[in-house]
């Protein structure tokens, strides 16, 4: 719609003579940037204002209309965005009833000259696109919907075949689909489950049929108010189940592969026999890691060996996103081009640049497949994609139009990613590099000289790396630390070493190593490409160590983000001046986000731990090993490294804030407080002079209306809660009345449920 329009407006606005009418001083170019706003207020009377302030903003918008498709995937993520953030289920007729309305008043507006009729013209495409996003989520939400389990199961009997098999250490966790489960009808049985199996187990591969003794459990609810929602990515997953193995599986049948399964299964197969082979090749974390590059599989890499990488910065190499795209395809494009050009017969009489650029979308096709096919990876191919298939029809690709091309088709067919870290991380970094190099590319044209020394190439390389890792380290920062509460402090001088290692030696073996694996020679690689990792892994573990190399930190509202976010778009999508209006945004988004305040209590869902906040902001815990899931996601989001302080059995925290005796505790801060019940109370003792009253048992007497209780029928009702203290007012928020009732929220009484990696919260 913007593309059908966009040229007419402009030529309207320009012959309507309504900016001459209004303020003709302010007309020498109705397509250039206008005087500054103090100008234009000083320069008009108080009555005309409003319509000259229009006026400007029309023109400002006519100058850079060249830019409006690339804010296309920003409205469907307004509307994606708006529909999950509802707390009922909308009618299925609200999104497509605003396009069609949208797009009718779009057509029929658009015949006027003035400006305020294009003004709404814009607003009905604006609200149009952002209404197109909201049905997109709304009709995948419906699309994807399958069985989810409601209680703990087991333990029984489960069979299925198995869609995937990721080693975690020492366990194995494989995912079924075609699911059986003994004792369970067939209509509410999960449609996927994940199993996490320990020990000695049999071989498997994608493909195979297998049974198992296990407990299975509904996935989990989030920790806390705010937190990470694996109930909704399990909806979209179709993951119904998550669970553990009781002994070892068997195996029933290596085959039953049939229809449309047989593509994505042959897929499967082949990504887990390439990672056995790299494994085989090259051992230990070096070898992990080697395996992650290239089939994606992260989850045998050692926990220390991780936390290096994403203490020194360097975590962004085991996501296969635009660096290793980009590295394969440009081999593939290079080498193909280059050895056709040996034959001249075919170089004189074919296209062999078209060629060569067809080889590397087929080579990155299936990179990206062998790769897991993750958020980074689509988005990084279909970008590629996009610039190659240009090459291919003597185009230029445009690399802000590729992105948004790229967001755009994500959003439309998966628009729940638009909520995950990879989404937001993978974006974020690749608009604010093209909108940097943007500005880089223009300063270099003014500057045209005579080619450089190789010393200066070299140097000019290093900068290019330090300015694109300090760039992309700021912009992600901020969703890091939202959704991981870590920032890495030195990932500028890890980056400087590792990213040259990784691009000109690492991954150019990986591409030489796919080559040869058919033949079996593949060993001829994978041995010089770990000698590369290990030189990345010795530089993570060295740059971790640095003191100060990460901070954590506690979690920020969402509010906070989204300001930041649009800030952030205002200043990269655009290209003229008014650009600099976004630094507000972003600006206003940093300090909503460092005012956000953390919750003084929580308690889980299971009424089995509470935690409060001690005057440090450290949390206390009631107990060191109930709800351990719980736990260590509280203390994630309060940005704590710390072991929390255990609450005493008699006698208070150091602080004095906690006080417990007997079978209660209460916390008290300035003008409030909270009674904790640990034991059922005596009746008369149940609810005294507090605030908040929070039992883990059932209590038996009735307390005032003016008195906010928390009990056991509550929690399994809400979910967990967080309580807010302050003399102003007293805030209690529960998890599921933040998310309210959509499908992917379970119910009263349906089980606490089990974390991703299959252990009990």
């Keep these: 719609m913007i593309v059908v329009v966009k040229g007419r407006f402009c030529s309207r606005l320009t012959q309507s003579g309504y900016i001459q009418r209004v303020h003709p001083p302010l007309m020498p170019s109705a397509l250039s940037l206008w005087q500054s706003w103090h100008g234009i207020v000083a320069a008009t009377p108080w009555r005309r204002l409003p319509g000259v302030l229009a006026a400007k903003l029309a023109a400002d918008l006519a100058a850079e209309r060249d830019r409006w498709v690339l804010w296309t995937p920003v409205g469907l993520g307004f509307g994606i965005a708006l529909y999950f953030a509802l707390v009922t289920e909308p009618p299925l007729w609200l999104g497509p009833g605003f396009v069609l309305s949208c797009a009718a008043a779009g057509l029929v507006l658009r015949r006027g000259q003035s400006w305020w009729r294009w003004g709404l013209v814009a607003a009905a495409l604006a609200v149009g696109t952002a209404a197109t996003g909201f049905t997109a989520a709304h ?120 229809g449309l399964d047989r593509f994505t299964l042959a897929i499967g197969r082949l990504r887990h026999e390439v990672t056995e082979r790299v494994r085989a090749q090259v051992g230990g974390a070096t070898g992990e890691v080697t395996t992650a590059l290239m089939t994606g599989q992260r989850g045998g890499i050692p926990p220390h060996v991780l936390r290096d990488i994403r203490d020194s910065g360097l975590a962004h190499l085991l996501a296969i996103s635009g660096l290793h795209m980009g590295l394969v395809a440009g081999f593939l494009f290079v080498g193909v081009r280059r050895a056709l050009a040996l034959m001249p017969p075919v170089a004189l009489r074919f296209p062999i640049k078209k060629w060569a650029a067809a080889a590397a979308i087929v080579g990155a096709a299936g990179y990206g497949l062998l790769a897991g096919a993750t958020v980074p990876t689509q988005r990084a191919f279909l970008m590629i994609g996009l610039i190659l298939v240009a090459v291919m029809l003597d185009r230029r690709g445009l690399s802000m139009r590729s992105v948004a091309w790229a967001a755009t088709v994500i959003l439309l067919l998966t628009p729940e990613s638009l909520l995950t870290a990879s989404f937001q991380l993978s974006f974020a970094a690749v608009v604010a590099l093209i909108a940097a190099y943007e500005v880089v590319r223009e300063r270099r044209r003014r500057r045209l000289g005579e080619p450089l020394a190789w010393p200066m190439r070299v140097l000019r390389y290093l900068g290019g790396v330090a300015l694109t890792t300090a760039i992309a380290g700021t912009v992600t920062a901020p969703f890091a630390v939202f959704h991981f509460n870590r920032f890495a402090g030195y990932g500028l001088a890890a980056n400087l070493l590792a990213v040259p290692v990784t691009a000109l030696w690492v991954m150019p073996w990986a591409v030489i190593a796919f080559v040869l694996m058919p033949f079996g020679l593949d060993a001829l690689a994978l041995t010089p490409m770990g000698w590369g990792v290990d030189v990345v892994l010795r530089v993570a573990a060295a740059v971790a160590a640095w003191p100060g190399a990460v901070a954590t930190l506690p979690a920020a509202p969402i509010s906070g983000l989204a300001v930041l976010t649009l800030g952030g778009l205002w200043l990269c999508l655009w290209r003229r001046r008014w650009r600099l209006l976004g630094i507000a945004g972003i600006a206003i988004g940093i300090v909503v986000g460092v005012n956000g305040r953390p919750p003084d209590v929580l308690i889980d869902g299971a009424a089995k731990l509470v935690a409060v906040r001690e005057e440090s902001g450290d949390l206390a815990v009631s107990s060191q090993r109930a709800a351990t899931f719980a736990r260590n996601a509280w203390l994630q989001r309060n940005g704590q490294d710390t072991k929390p302080t255990l609450w005493p059995k008699t006698g208070a925290t150091g602080d004095g804030r906690l006080r417990c005796g007997g079978d209660a505790c209460i916390y008290r801060v300035p003008g409030r407080s909270v009674v904790i019940h640990r034991q059922p109370p005596e009746p008369g003792d149940a609810c005294l002079s507090a605030d908040v009253v929070v039992s883990l048992v059932p209590l038996i007497s009735r307390c005032p209306d003016a008195t906010t209780v928390i009990d056991p029928a509550r929690l ?8 807010w203290l302050g003399d102003d007012r007293l805030r209690v928020e529960s998890v599921n009345a933040l998310r309210g009732d959509r499908p992917w929220v379970l119910r009263v009484g349906e089980a606490s449920g089990a974390s991703d990696d299959g252990k009990e919260p």
């Design 139 to 258: 009709v995948r939400t419906i699309a994807v919907a399958a069985p989810v389990l409601s209680q703990r199961v087991g333990p029984t009997t489960v069979s299925g075949r198995i869609d995937d098999v990721e080693a975690l250490g020492g366990r194995m966790r494989v995912t079924l689909s075609r699911v059986q489960v003994w004792g369970t009808p067939a209509a509410s049985t999960p449609r996927r489950v994940r199993i996490s199996l320990k020990g000695t187990q049999p071989p498997m591969r994608p493909g195979a049929w297998v049974r198992v003794r296990a407990v299975l459990m509904p996935p989990a609810a989030p920790a806390a108010p705010g937190a990470f929602d694996f109930q909704r990515q399990s909806w979209f997953a179709q993951l119904g189940a998550i669970g553990y193995g009781l002994g070892a599986a068997k195996v029933t049948a290596e085959t039953g592969v049939e």
């Design 716 to 723: 399994r009702s809400g979910g967990a809660h967080g309580i």
